[in-house]
């Protein structure tokens, strides 16, 4: 495990091998390989040493009974891609390194009650390029996957302080695993989503609104169409985050797919609809007091604001 800038606070052993050196052993025996042999060397050298990260944050297990086929079928696709991905893994790696001591310094100029040593490590994951989650013990973690960045060229200077700020948000207001937690509704994901592109653009400027999203579809949305969006999400409002019955409600809006979830909306149109109600938000509350809801009172603001915006 590499210990970024503002690291895991967990003391780990000193010989403990970097992510970037991890890979290398693996991937050197399991190129070629049968998946069967791949799957059991990715076992050993990338789960194995962190199992409670894989179990916990990558994985889910606890709330996603499909976990054992979703892993299955995800790295299976993800050692396809490895061939054109491993010679840049190293220097994705230090990369990563590079904008986590820069924007760690930035964001406490935002938070100054910020961690100066977040719980940070990087790993490899073909599901997520970078999340926040909570270990076993309870303990709130930032986790980013060096090689979904590197496949998906992402701009780290806007991807680490959104990361950065929902690690931020787990521990100060208890909205973990980026709004993703059981037993709440899709208002949680929608506001976290959406607090933390908001704050990810304060400190990174200059920057549009596809970019800031990730994606450049989503910046092209008319600022027209947000009452509406705002009313057909209130129809899907009170689904679970977590709904084994329904989990197209959170697809709807949250998920990257090849195939589009709404005819004419992008898919992940949630994280754009969500950057507008913190928008909204903020002409009648300050940052400081947004960031302090608890989840919530988090809740009863995002359905207030919906309804106001969907009356525009």
Excluded: C
């Amino acid at each position: 495990m590499l210990l970024l800038a503002g690291s895991i606070q967990t003391v780990r052993a000193a010989h403990e091998p970097s992510i970037a050196t991890s890979f290398e052993a693996f991937w050197q025996a399991a190129q070629g390989q049968p998946f069967a042999q791949q799957e059991k060397l990715w076992d050993s050298e990338i789960e194995g040493p962190h199992r409670d990260l894989y179990a916990s944050v990558v994985w889910e297990t606890q709330h996603r009974p499909d976990w054992p086929m979703r892993r299955q079928h995800q790295l299976q696709a993800r050692f396809a891609e490895y061939p054109k991905l491993a010679a840049g893994i190293p220097g994705e790696v230090r990369a990563l390194q590079t904008a986590l001591a820069a924007q760690t310094v930035r964001f406490r100029t935002l938070f100054p009650d910020a961690n100066t040593h977040p719980p940070v490590q990087t790993i490899l994951a073909p599901n997520f390029d970078a999340k926040s989650g909570v270990l076993a013990d309870g303990s709130p973690v930032l986790v980013f996957a060096a090689d979904s960045l590197l496949l998906e060229q992402a701009n780290l200077d806007i991807v680490v302080p959104h990361e950065l700020f929902h690690l931020y948000h787990a521990q100060h207001a208890g909205i973990r695993n980026d709004g993703v937690m059981p037993g709440v509704a899709l208002t949680a994901p929608l506001f976290e989503e959406g607090l933390a592109t908001y704050v990810s653009g304060q400190l990174s400027s200059g920057h549009r609104d596809g970019e800031l999203l990730l994606q450049d579809d989503l910046g092209d949305i008319p600022a027209n169409r947000l009452p509406a969006i705002a009313t057909r999400f209130l129809v899907d409002a009170r689904y679970k985050a977590i709904d084994e019955e329904h989990p197209e409600a959170f697809k709807r809006w949250f998920n990257a797919a090849a195939k589009p979830y709404q005819q004419d909306l992008p898919n992940r149109s949630g994280y754009w609809l969500g950057l507008q109600l913190i928008r909204h938000l903020r002409e009648t509350y300050t940052l400081a007091q947004i960031v302090a809801w608890t989840p919530t009172q988090a809740d009863a603001h995002v359905m207030t604001a919906l309804q106001q915006i969907s009356r525009r």
